[in-house]
């Protein structure tokens, strides 16, 4: 009966997309699902064509925007890492409206070719905005002044290949991964204060005591509602369910990838995980299990052309994916099974996205592919943009906010 009940909480949630047109709140938008509610989304567009407008945003950073009403936050930092930022744009004209330096990092670490000091997404609600850059700081901000609310940099982690985990608001609390070459934790803050509500240290056996195995780079996600929710958490090796009230452990999965990037998600009485480097999998995992469910509850493992970087998508009874080599895959989510592949070619990082019965693909050559969603293949437009994405989108009203390495722009038919 519990797992029933479960259950029927979990489709009640993923069936009923209660958000509005105007905020995009967190990495990958509402419940961190990757679907707008838009039903006018442009389909077509290239710098001469669609362009509202398009904001030169300074530095290197990889943090996907996020919005609340009329205002656009992300973060931003010096290619070197030194000067950690907050960039506030105006929606309906694109201008700069804040733009302060939060951090300064005396002795930035080094991070890998793919990655930028500032890639954490930040997280957004009425009046406030929360800017993370990992092991280098959170802080809070006032999104009218600008002011400093609450700041911390004392939590430790070793990234090793720099940060890359978003925060994501629950309730009262800001949680935060922080999955590291030294650490490994999960930490619930006040978002009010700061303070360190519950913290859980992972318990997992990494078979090594290379650093390099242990960290991760993964953001959570909540399942469930009315006291009955779940923290999917992924980690290196395995893939936890947290209670998001105490941070006590509920179940996990256990499999081979480290490094995981991809963000969870459930459907049909399933979690879902992408297992990350070096060879990711994707994992099917029936809800309702206790403790270690690796050995009972795994419904099945996808192992071809599953991405490392760019989360999944679900739509429906349809997975949509596509692998950091440019290689779009459709697959069944009850069975796992193909149901397409497409190679697009290039190179993808940022997480696809869908509308009204599109799916969207950005590639880091700045080109766009538009796929009608189905069972089968159909490409609707390929658009190009002067820059490439190594960010994912946002949404509101009936605009694609899309940030490339240097612009942000405002994408949206007339």
């Known amino acids: 009966m519990k797992q029933i009940t479960l259950f029927l909480v979990l489709v009640s949630l993923i069936c009923n997309p209660s958000f509005g047109g105007d905020h995009w709140p967190q990495f990958r938008g509402p419940g961190g699902r990757g679907h707008a509610s838009a039903t006018k989304l442009p389909v077509a567009w290239s710098e001469s064509q669609n362009v509202v407008w398009k904001t030169a945003i300074h530095g290197m950073a990889w943090s996907s925007p996020v919005i609340w009403g009329d205002q656009i936050w992300m973060s931003t930092a010096t290619e070197d890492g030194f000067e950690l930022s907050a960039v506030c744009v105006d929606r309906e004209s694109g201008e700069i409206i804040h733009d302060l330096q939060v951090f300064e990092v ?4 080094e991070i890998h070719v793919t990655n930028s000091y500032a890639s ?3 997280a957004i609600e009425a009046g406030r905005v929360y800017i993370h850059f990992g092991s ?3 802080v809070c901000l006032d999104t009218q002044t600008a002011e400093r609310i609450w700041e911390r940099r004392d939590l430790p982690c070793h990234h090793w290949r720099g940060p890359g985990s978003s925060p994501i608001i629950f309730r009262e609390m800001l949680i935060v991964h922080y999955d590291g070459y030294d650490y490994q934790y999960v930490v619930a803050l006040n978002k009010e204060t700061g303070e360190t509500i519950w913290k859980t240290d992972r318990d997992v056996d990494y078979g090594t005591d290379n650093g390099d195995i242990m ?3 993964s953001t ?4 469930g509602n009315e006291g009955a929710e779940q923290l999917l958490s992924p980690t290196s090796k395995a893939g936890i369910a947290y209670d998001p009230y105490s941070g006590k452990e ?3 999965v256990r499999y081979e990838g480290f490094s995981a990037t991809a963000q969870p998600f459930v459907g049909h009485g399933m979690a879902y995980f992408d297992t990350g480097f070096s060879k990711a999998e994707l994992y099917a995992v029936r809800l309702g299990g206790s403790s270690d469910v690796t050995d009972s509850h795994v419904e099945w493992v996808a192992k071809k052309s599953v991405p490392s970087k760019p989360s999944p998508l679900l739509v429906d009874d349809l997975i949509y994916m596509v692998h950091d080599s440019g290689v779009a895959t459709c697959l069944d989510a009850m069975t796992g099974a193909t149901v397409w592949q497409e190679r697009f070619g290039g190179k993808y990082s940022a997480s696809p996205l869908y509308a009204a019965g599109r799916i969207y693909f950005f590639s880091e050559q700045g080109v766009t592919h538009v796929v009608a969603h189905g069972r089968k293949y159909k490409q609707l437009s390929e658009n ?4 490439g ?3 994912s989108p946002a949404v509101a009203g009936n605009a694609l906010f899309l940030r490339t390495r240097s612009h942000l722009y405002r994408i949206e038919s007339d």
């Open 106 to 109: 005396e002795q930035p670490r």
């Open 120 to 122: 954490p997404t930040p």
């Open 136 to 138: 280098y700081g959170t």
């Open 215 to 217: 960290k991760a780079y």
């Open 220 to 223: 959570p996600v909540i399942i």
């Open 250 to 252: 509920l179940w996990r």
């Open 384 to 387: 190009q943009l002067d820059d």
């Open 389 to 391: 994405f190594m960010s």
